[in-house]
């Protein structure tokens, strides 16, 4: 029943395309099944290419996302283990490792710095801080304005932070525990779109007003 109802599905799609590009002859009489191989093989061709193809679109119109990710001492192990993770997960994003370049005690303001900077001067652009704890690279992430830096050791604080906050940067903490898996923060908070409700934008608007960090 699943053959006959993707030939039936499909026939006609695949009949004009090929008739006209590559003068391909389909025959409503030829052998189901060997019919219906045909066109799943060009189908799933077109899918992947379309994929490519928009894929690199992307990335000669500059579109492609960049993420920038930084961290101290404390979270130098982690920090290589999200980018492999985001090297096979989100092959339609660009890695940028802005430091630290080892497990060397080292100081977290100068990583914070540094994601913070190119975040907010690159466009279309995330990015993932961690240090020991996740607290202090979070708090100097914050003090940047136009950073909304959420430390989040589960998917729904990764959540909210991106729908209420339009979080640009996602903090983890190196040594600390999780209550969902690393990963599955690390994609919700990729794939999770801010929401356009009013009353999230105001807040949003008056976190990025010049004078809401003067006392």
């Not at 119109?61 to 290589?80: P, R, S, T, V, W």
């Not at 990764?158 to 903090?171: P, W």
């Not at 040594?175 to 599955?184: E, I, S």
């Amino acid at each position: 029943m699943q053959k006959k109802s993707f030939l039936k599905k499909n026939f006609q799609f695949y009949k004009n395309i090929f008739s006209q590009i590559f003068d391909f002859n389909f025959q409503k009489n030829q052998n189901p099944l060997f019919l219906n191989f045909k066109i799943k093989f060009f189908h799933n061709f077109f899918k992947k290419y379309f994929k490519l193809k928009k894929f690199y679109e992307k990335i000669k119109c500059g579109k492609m996302e960049k993420i920038f990710i930084g961290a101290d001492h404390g979270g130098f192990f982690l920090k290589e283990e999200i980018k492999k993770f985001l090297t096979e997960k989100f092959a339609d994003k660009k890695i940028f490792d802005v430091g630290c370049e080892n497990a060397e005690s080292c100081d977290f303001p100068k990583f914070a710095r540094a994601v913070a900077e190119k975040i907010l001067t690159k466009k279309n652009s995330r990015g993932i801080l961690i240090c020991g704890s996740g607290v202090g690279i979070s708090i100097a992430a914050n003090r940047i304005a136009g950073v909304h830096a959420v430390l989040a050791n589960s998917a729904e604080l990764a959540r909210l932070g991106r729908q209420h906050n339009d979080a640009n940067i996602l903090v983890l903490g190196g040594r600390t525990k999780f209550f969902d898996p690393w990963p599955k923060i690390v994609e919700i908070f990729l794939t999770t779109e801010k929401l356009l409700a009013e009353k999230y934008a105001r807040r949003r608007q008056i976190l990025d007003e010049k004078n809401f960090t003067k006392i």
